[in-house]
């Protein structure tokens, strides 16, 4: 504790404007979900031992997660489209832009362990 009080007083004072110390409040965004078992290729009804969610959001939201993610990554599913491709986490967050400008992230979650699990496929 005398270290803290000792260095809050040697320390300058920090300023911070309310655009860098608030990150405002929730947004509302466009979502849909699907909750399943086995795989999103070959999806199953869930059961107690397999359970999953499959989330994706689109328009705005998407649009801000897109630019915040890039640079646009190469994949074969998109190839000589005008889609462009970002993601994160092995893929685990996936984000598009069609050709007409419309945004989509996708992500998932095992719902047994709560790890992250992709939310889309090819």
């Known amino acids: 504790m005398k270290n803290y009080l000792i260095a809050m007083l040697l ?8 655009s860098e110390s608030d990150p405002g409040p929730y947004q509302a ?3 849909s979900y699907r909750i399943y078992g086995g795989s999103l290729g070959d999806p199953t009804a869930p059961s107690p031992s397999d359970r999953k969610i499959a989330v994706s959001i689109e328009g705005d939201a998407a649009r ?10 190469s994949n074969a599913c998109v190839e000589g489209t005008k889609m462009r491709l ?5 893929e685990n967050l996936l ?3 069609s050709g007409e400008g419309e945004y989509v992230c996708s992500f998932g979650f095992d719902l047994r362990n709560g790890k992250s699990i992709g939310g889309s496929i090819c």
Request: glycine share 4%; charged share 30%.
């Open 29 to 31: 965004a466009t979502a």
């Open 95 to 97: 984000c598009s832009r």
């Open 64 to 73: 801000k997660v897109f630019d915040m993610i890039g640079p646009d990554q």
């Open 11 to 18: 320390l300058p004072p920090i300023s911070l404007s309310a």
């Open 86 to 90: 970002r993601s994160r986490d092995r």
